[in-house]
């Protein structure tokens, strides 16, 4: 089992900056690949990255690539979620997600273990 707790988010102006986090605890991370996903009112949930901590593995949706970076530290258990020339359409709850012993997937159902969400409210 592995739990994750989200923490950051928050309002920002449209080409602002924001970090969102995500701590694992009860089993070591080593053998998980963490992903972010983000669901905005009224939408389906979407892939926004993925990072497998074994071999730092990152992968990024189009709509965020060259924007969002997915970084770690270690001696945290932490995976980082770092947003730059955040959009109006970023607006959302996002959610980090886990899956055990799995590569990397944009699926939603790949993940087994899910963060509590955190809202990044972006002004326009």
């Known amino acids: 089992q592995v739990h994750l707790v989200q923490s950051g988010g928050g309002l920002v102006q449209a080409g602002g900056s924001l970090r969102v986090s995500c701590t694992a605890s009860g089993d070591t991370p080593n053998y998980y690949t963490i992903a972010w996903f983000r669901q905005a009112p009224g939408k389906d949930r979407e892939f926004v990255g993925v990072f497998r901590w074994s071999g730092s593995r990152t992968d990024y949706a189009d709509s965020v690539k060259g924007r969002f970076t997915i970084s770690r530290d270690n001696a945290k258990s932490t995976v980082y979620l770092q947003m730059n020339s955040l959009k109006y359409e970023d607006t959302a709850v996002y959610y980090c997600?886990?899956?055990?012993?799995?590569?990397?997937?944009?699926?939603?159902?790949?993940?087994?273990?899910w963060g509590q969400g955190t809202q990044v409210t972006v002004s326009s």
């Open positions: 997600a886990a899956r055990y012993l799995g590569d990397t997937s944009s699926t939603t159902l790949a993940y087994d273990y």
